[in-house]
């Protein structure tokens, strides 16, 4: 069964509308982040096949891996029941997806009570991002 | 490494603050949902150890399974590096967390500028949920 896609993606209200995009491990399974995208972003994700989200701190698109080179090459996209989520399954280039060096940025596990870092760091912030000048 | 969760857990910047939270299977690690929390919904899956979510659409608290008794016994939480997002790790019961009967969410997948079914439905929904009155 297939549905046109212009009708059935994501419920992009307006142009402005951001909706939550989940990051998963083709191969691992393991989630790697969310961000999320405007329709621009998700046509430049679609017509690029890297994953294109938009920046809430930076007010702009942001394609991922800009600026370390760690792109997410875009393997299989979905689509929740309600249209209002995007799931991408993505090979991470570099290992890693968080910009603090973790293949993941769900480095933390809630336990007890308290934080407590369980994944390991794939590279070093410091010499991957640019420092202010 | 631990630190406490008071100063570590979600960033809710008011009891209002809705973030998103992962439910994803423990076992298959197959991306079940997408739900929104705000820190009620928070305290209350800490406190009972089944997922608790937010309702945008019923503007409550809306526990997972409430209705169908499809609830969400939650086994691991993370939090990701901006602290504006939650995992879920969890055990499904019924096998199943969309409302359409299918074990995920996200059962259509955007292939070629199409969306196609490419889930299961382990239940039908009109047997599963009253119909309104």
Redesign the interface.
Known sequence: ?????EH??PSFATDDTLL?A?A?DID????L??AYMNREAWEQT?ATGEAVYYSRSRSRLWKKGEESGNVQKVR???????AD?I?LKVEQIGGAA???G?VS???????E??????GKRVFDPQQVYRKPS
């Open positions: 069964m297939t549905t046109p896609l059935n993606g939550p989940i998963q691992s399974n393991q989630v982040m969310l679609l299989e996209i979905y689509i929740d029941c309600d989520t799931l968080c910009h603090e973790y940025c769900f480095f933390r596990q809630c336990v009570g308290e934080l407590k870092v369980i």
